[in-house]
């Protein structure tokens, strides 16, 4: 063998390892995760042979993993439980379409090329919701654990109804699940050791020669791969529709979760990834999984972390997963379905144990920073259940987005030390202000939220400038392009500089904002330069036609 392929053999054998490793935690975790979304057991089974097969084909990190996920089956749940009514069928119906909306979605996001957006949701926000949807999940798999039924939806409700229940709880389930979470416990130990399928086993054996059964433990049951046809759920439009709005949100906090374990292996390895193609790889994922009625699909991070731990070097690992996993379905499924729930309940519990951890959060009180933010994340989850709170925290995404852009200022600037830089003068008092010339820069982008307070702030700083203003500089290089409001607001100001005798020089114009703008009629362009100079430039530029 020569020395060049050495590694490449090498790799491979990573791989393989790897793969055999992390199908081992793969599996027990899909099966689990299909009882949180109150679907059946070969629903997270599905949603991982898809997740690691169209990522392995068109996905771009050589560590993510994607499978069913616990938050969005816990969203997954939460949305069909509030639109289902209580009928099962329907259930399943809502269930397939939300999973086929969200893979819609996330093509479209990928053909449309918004991957540049990595994300919707700030991280505070999404810190404090999975650190609220990991309390809700892990309290509602003890009530499973120990055969309570909790007829509500968030903690501050449910868990007064589980600790009033204390006398009726099983026992027995409690003792298994503690008894597979110590065993998780020592398994974690040692990287390579599969502790999902170890407890999977151990707890058939037990239900077998304990039988447990008898003692009101529950098994999983029959798991059904009989595939078959894809085909749509029968639903009327407005179901559809409903469904698009709850995709939106599946959405964003998959690609949420999906984004930020592919870009911190991404960055740890110096590895180069394309968000786009993730996105496609997600959006395949997902409609692939619902046709074949599965589980929803992102890349989670303790998966992810799982196959960078056991070794992995590229997207084979995931294609081996997926083959041991079948074959484990084709030899042993049979034997799968008399595993007991409160096996399957402490492997969610352990794979949550990592959320429920407060130095993430612990930073932002250091710093200072995004402190409320936080703690309504947390309590969106706990107070209004996961749905409510899932939705609430992307609305306080976006509520402070728009406030930050909304609330830029303007600033003006100033010539610093006679070269070529122009600086804010509020910063720099030294910089000089050029005689004749107001030269302003917005501080975020130009759109509908801020414009007609930023221009009219600009002509507000050109009326009562100390000396005579005859030109005034807009330097618009953080706005690539401008939306309708926007080019109406400046359509507007144009007419208005014009009205007051003084020359506008629009400096480090993007390309598409000065197409549009040069698309308005040329009476409103008059005394109006939209150039894509440097402020330098167009100070050179307007004392040369004052001159």
Known sequence: MSAASRPEVQSRSQDLLAGLSIAGLLLPEAVAYSSIAA????????????????????????????????????????????????????????????????????????????????????????????????????????????????????????????????????????????????????????????????????????????????????????????????????????DWLRLGELAFAMVMILYAESYGSISSFALKHGDRVSSNRDLLALGASNLLSGLFHGMPAGAGYSATSANEAAGATSRLAGVVAAAVVLLIVLTVLPYIALTPEPVLAAIVIHALGRALSLQPLGRYFIWRRDRLLVICAVAAVLVLGVLDGLLLAVAISVVLMLKQMSSADIQVLGQMGGGHDYVDVQRHPDAREIPGVLIVRPSEALFFANVERILGGALRLARHAPAAVHTIILSLEESPDLDGTSIEALEAFFLQVRAEDKLLILARLKHEAQTVLAQLPALEREQVLLSGLSVDEAVQQALKLNA
């Open 39 to 238: 679907l059946p057991p070969q629903a997270g089974v599905i949603a991982l042979f898809a997740g690691l097969l169209c990522y392995a084909l068109m996905g771009t990190s050589r560590f993510a993993v994607v499978s069913a996920t616990s938050s969005s089956a816990a969203v997954l749940a939460a949305a069909t439980a509030s639109l289902a009514g209580g009928d099962p069928a329907l259930r399943l119906s809502l269930a397939v379409g939300l999973v086929m909306m969200t893979g819609v979605l996330f093509l479209l996001a990928g053909l449309f090329k918004l991957g540049s957006v990595t994300s919707f949701i700030a991280k505070p926000v999404l810190r404090g919701f999975a650190l609220g949807l990991a309390v809700t999940i892990i309290l509602k798999q003890v009530a499973s654990v120990v055969d309570v039924h909790l007829t509500e939806s968030n903690l501050v409700r449910f868990l007064p109804q589980l600790l009033e229940q204390w006398p009726k709880w099983n026992l027995a389930g409690a003792g298994v699940a503690l008894v597979a979470l110590l065993v998780l416990m020592v398994c974690a130990r040692f990287r390579r050791v599969p502790g999902g399928l170890i407890v999977v086993a151990l707890g058939i054996a037990a239900s077998q020669w304990l039988n447990l059964p008898a003692y009101g433990v529950k098994l999983i049951g029959i798991i059904d791969l009989a595939l078959e046809m894809p085909q749509l759920p029968n639903m009327p439009f407005a």
